[in-house]
């Protein structure tokens, strides 16, 4: 039987520890609400996008044969370019585990990589893969934080160090599940994909309308000059909104896995409650027995 | 009146009513009043004005597109802030800062990622003090 003692001190930094797991777990809730509240702030924008490629699209052939542009180019993939998103902190289960995994499984060729989060830096680092560059961006993961990171990506694909972008990053089915997804983005197969796309990414808000206005659409300077600059802006603000939406999937991770640290906290708590008090009535009885030997004894 | 949406990858930053507005265009400024014919157009960093009954404000606003249907016109950029919530002060330190690192990185050969970012900070900080300045 343990001493009483070191019980009860036992007992207490359970509780402690309780207590932490258990701030954690309402942190990660509270953050989680953030992550997707900021990610429907994003929607208006994505659907403008969506409308104004629809509205170029009426004018031109939007069929990727008719369109020269480096994001439609298809190349030999000597190099595959990889955008991993991951988390700054552990303590999450194990989403990380699972996109390492899935990374691990899936590219075997040569590829360079770019990764958000310390946990993906170590592991593309201690992986002795091709690590280009390391980002952080902060929890609130605001539009102009990624923008660097765009641009070192486009430019990248742009002059031939990589042939595709791709993201690897882990992505948020519920609450409970997160899937490790690899969503390749460039080379674009077919610009009318990206607009479905897009619509997905905003299918909670109404279609685009029909337009109330019939008059014919003036580009300026020319409907070729808006068709291409807008793949680049939809790469950009999917990007964005996949960075939203594994952040979501961070901090359900992390509440699902703080929510089972403080279950299990608990369950210890009670058992050793239960080992104290039989401890506790152990030494009582020996006490009383000793008390009653003695005196039978005088 | 037209409708005038600012919309950026972070949120819908600006829905107002106004009689003209002001985009900075490629080729200059334009103007656009009510009735205007549908119309699609590159914008490039710079003010936009926007002009109501009670006067004129200006508005900061980075390279993107805007559309003119009906009488609304919706502005995609990827950022945006109203120039009265810019405190002139902070952006000329924060421009400081920028063109020093920049000066630093330039004379170092630092990575091209770490230009750009400071690049558009640079750009962006003297859009939004130029359209501060104007108002006074």
Same mark, same amino acid.
């Given at each position: 039987m343990a001493n009483l003692r070191d019980i009860r001190?036992?007992?207490?930094?359970?509780?402690?520890?309780?207590?932490?797991?258990?701030?954690?777990?309402?942190?990660?809730?509270?953050?989680?609400?953030?992550?997707?509240?900021?990610?429907?702030?994003?929607?208006?924008?994505a659907l403008l996008l969506a409308d104004l490629l629809d509205t170029v699209g009426e004018k031109l052939d939007l069929s990727s044969a008719s369109i020269s542009h480096p994001f439609f180019e298809k190349r030999e993939v000597k190099t595959r370019g990889i955008l991993i998103l991951s988390t700054d902190k552990g303590l999450c289960g194990a989403l990380n585990t699972n996109l390492f995994r899935k990374v691990v499984e899936e590219v075997k060729g040569d590829a360079k990589f770019v990764t958000v989060g310390r946990k993906a830096t170590q592991f593309i680092s201690r992986s002795q893969r091709t690590l280009i560059a390391d980002f952080t961006v902060s929890d609130k993961a605001s539009f102009s934080e990624l923008r660097p990171m765009l641009k070192?990506?486009?430019d990248a694909y742009k002059n031939g160090e990589v042939d595709t972008i791709e993201i690897a990053y882990p992505s948020f089915v519920n609450v409970l599940v997160q899937e490790p997804v690899i969503q390749s983005l460039l080379p674009i197969v077919d610009l009318r994909e990206v607009l479905d796309q897009l619509k997905k990414r905003v299918a909670d808000l109404p279609s685009l309308e029909a337009r109330s206005d019939t008059r014919e659409m003036v580009f300026e300077p020319s409907a070729e000059a808006v068709l291409d600059a807008l793949p680049e802006l939809y790469v950009k603000v999917i990007i964005h909104q996949l960075l939203l939406e594994s952040r979501a999937a961070e901090y359900c991770a992390r509440m699902v896995a703080m929510k089972a640290a403080t279950d299990n906290a608990s369950t210890l708590v009670d058992d050793l409650t239960l080992d104290y008090n039989k401890a506790r009535q152990a030494a009582i009885t020996q006490e009383i027995l000793e008390i009653a030997a003695s005196a039978a004894a005088n | 009146m037209i409708t005038l949406e600012i919309i950026t990858p972070d949120e819908k930053v600006l829905s107002t009513e106004a009689t003209q507005v002001v985009l900075p265009t490629e080729s200059g400024e334009a103007g656009i009043l009510t009735g205007h014919i549908p119309m $699609?157009?590159?914008?490039? *960093?710079?003010? #936009?004005?926007?002009?109501?009954?009670?006067? =004129? !404000?200006?508005?900061? $606003?980075?390279?993107?597109? *805007?559309?003119? #249907?009906?009488?609304?016109?919706?502005?995609? =950029? !990827?950022?945006?802030?109203?120039?009265?919530?810019?405190?002139?002060?902070?952006?000329?330190?924060?421009?400081?800062?920028? !063109?020093?690192?920049?000066?630093?990185?330039?004379a170092e050969g630092t990575d091209p990622a770490e230009v750009e970012r400071l690049e558009t900070s640079v750009r962006y900080l003297i859009a939004q003090k130029l359209a501060k300045g104007r108002r006074r």
């Open positions: 001190r036992r007992i207490k930094s359970v509780k402690n520890t309780r207590q932490i797991t258990r701030a954690m777990q309402l942190v990660s809730s509270s953050k989680m609400k953030r992550a997707q509240d900021a990610a429907v702030a994003g929607r208006p924008y070192l990506l486009i | $699609v157009t590159k914008i490039v *960093a710079g003010e #936009l004005k926007v002009i109501k009954d009670g006067g =004129t !404000e200006f508005i900061a $606003v980075d390279h993107g597109f *805007a559309k003119v #249907l009906g009488n609304t016109i919706s502005v995609l =950029t !990827e950022a945006a802030i109203d120039v009265a919530e810019i405190d002139l002060s902070e952006v000329e330190s924060a421009q400081a800062r920028a !063109e020093e690192a920049l000066r630093k990185a330039e």
